[in-house]
């Protein structure tokens, strides 16, 4: 079965500083990837995703994500982060169905 | 398109209660399914739906019937409500069971049950 790891539960980054939320899955094949924003009270709505086209994805809202094969990782970048930001961050594998990570709640500070 | 639209949003149950979660899609997707979310757990797969009349278990199905008569709806069934089922119910669907396909969320419902 698939499996996904997000490392940080919380993360806190000044405004402007770099973001970077790591996500690590375990699969013998390239899989289907996938980061979600969930916003306070909300669902979750879809960043980006990879499926194989490219390894370096870019999603809404200035994020990306690049695929290392070698590191079994997928991890979520963005250069200067704002205040809107602030939300949890879900990683997410395909296979029969999705299968999520724990989750990394973003904070950025003024 | 409404989109993903789950009803009610907020419940509350006393245990052994039954009760079912509503969830419908008005975007023909083939492929629903339901999550619950709970602290620091992420969301855990319940059951899904690959077209209609089909279902399938997910990563947590104990305690929760599923069925699928038509495409557009994917009810979610308690059979017995347990305080351990206190979580925010997510519906979720896509175009296909193909694994390249996002989902789309519904708003969520947050049951609590004493």
């Known amino acids: 079965a698939q499996s996904v790891t997000q490392l940080g539960s919380h993360v806190s980054v000044s405004e402007g500083a770099l973001v970077l939320l790591r996500c690590n899955y375990s699969s013998s094949v390239p899989p289907y990837l996938f980061w979600y924003v969930q916003y306070p009270n909300q669902g979750l709505q879809l960043l980006l995703k990879y499926t194989s086209a490219a390894t370096l994805v870019k999603g809404i809202n200035g994020f990306e994500a690049e695929f290392k094969k070698s590191e079994t990782s997928f991890h979520l970048t963005k250069p200067s982060a704002h205040m809107s930001d602030a939300a949890e961050y879900f990683c997410a594998v395909s296979d029969q169905g999705f299968y999520f990570g724990s989750g990394t709640k973003l904070n950025v500070k003024p | 398109n409404a989109g993903v639209t789950q009803t009610p949003k907020f419940q509350v149950l006393k245990t052994g209660q039954s009760m079912t979660l509503q969830c419908a899609q008005d975007m023909n997707h083939e492929y629903m399914s339901w999550y619950r979310q709970d602290p620091g757990m992420g969301l855990r797969l319940i059951h899904y739906?690959?077209?209609?009349?089909?279902?399938d278990q997910g990563e947590v199905p104990n305690g929760y019937n599923v069925s699928r008569s038509t495409t557009e709806d994917f009810p979610l069934r308690l059979l017995s409500a347990a305080p351990s089922q206190t979580s925010v119910y997510f519906c979720?669907?896509?175009?296909?069971?193909?694994?390249?396909?996002?989902?789309?969320f519904g708003p969520g419902t947050r049951l609590t049950v004493l």
């Open positions: 979720a669907s896509s175009k296909l069971a193909g694994a390249s396909n996002e989902q789309f």
């Open positions: 739906s690959v077209g209609a009349g089909i279902t």
